[in-house]
């Protein structure tokens, strides 16, 4: 069964500082990996995607993520934080296609002036 | 605007009713997938549509039911309601090949 950890329940971070949330996966076969970003009240934006090729991927808002298969990590990073850039983070497995995501328990992230 | 449309945001009940949420997902999207979001479990898959048809199902509860019309769109019913089905539920869609999915902005239920 597939499976993702996000170790951090939640993170503080300074403005302008850099950022780096921790995913870990589970999954038999190659993995489709995604990030998506819920701020309060919201639903779940797509920040970004991996299913193959390069495996340092360019999302949206100045994010990116770098697949490593052989730590089965999917780790979220931005070299400088913005104040809008709080919310709840959530690592995300699926199987590619029109397959169902499994979601991991997500990162709340809190910036600090 | 996403463009998956959910309704309604916001509903309150007592226990033991039945409430139906709406989902109508992008246009062109021929999957819809219901999540479930709570503080103590997370975000829950729940059930998958695929153009009419069920897809794949999680932990959804034999209370709980969903349906996709010809016309795409989807309903969650869930009946004999509790206090702990009390959670934002989310609906969401994609695209035939596509990987990811388009989130709705959610319903949240308050069971009192």
């Known amino acids: 069964a597939q499976s993702v950890t996000q170790p951090d329940i939640h993170i503080t971070v300074s403005e302008g500082a850099s950022l780096e949330l921790r995913c870990n996966y589970s999954?038999?076969?190659?993995?489709?990996l995604f990030w998506y970003v819920q701020s309060p009240g919201q639903g779940l934006q797509l920040l970004l995607k991996?299913?193959?090729?390069?495996?340092l991927v360019q999302g949206i808002k100045g994010f990116e993520a770098e697949f490593k298969r052989s730590q089965s990590s999917f780790n979220l990073r931005k070299p400088s934080v913005h104040w809008s850039d709080a919310a709840e983070y959530f690592c995300?497995?699926?199987?590619?296609?029109?397959?169902?995501?499994?979601f991991g328990t997500g990162t709340r992230l809190t910036i600090i002036p | 605007d996403s463009g998956v449309t959910q309704t309604p945001k916001h509903l309150i009940t007592a226990t033991g009713q039945r409430v139906t949420l709406r989902c109508s997902p992008r246009?062109?999207?021929?999957?819809v997938y219901w999540y479930q979001q709570s503080l103590d479990q997370g975000l829950q898959f729940l059930i998958q549509?695929?153009?009419?048809?069920?897809?794949a199902k999680g932990n959804i509860l034999e209370r709980f039911s969903a349906q996709q019309f010809p016309d795409l769109h989807s309903e969650l019913n869930l009946s004999s309601l509790e206090l702990g089905d009390s959670a934002l539920y989310f609906c969401?869609?994609?695209?035939?090949?596509?990987?990811?999915?388009?989130f709705g902005s959610g319903t949240r239920l308050t069971v009192v």
């Open positions: 999954y038999g076969a190659t993995p489709y």
């Open positions: 246009s062109g999207d021929l999957s």
């Open positions: 991996y299913f193959s090729g390069d495996t």
């Open positions: 995300a497995v699926g199987a590619g296609g029109n397959e169902k995501l499994t």
């Open positions: 969401a869609s994609s695209e035939q090949g596509s990987y990811g999915y388009t």
């Open positions: 549509y695929y153009n009419g048809e069920e897809r």
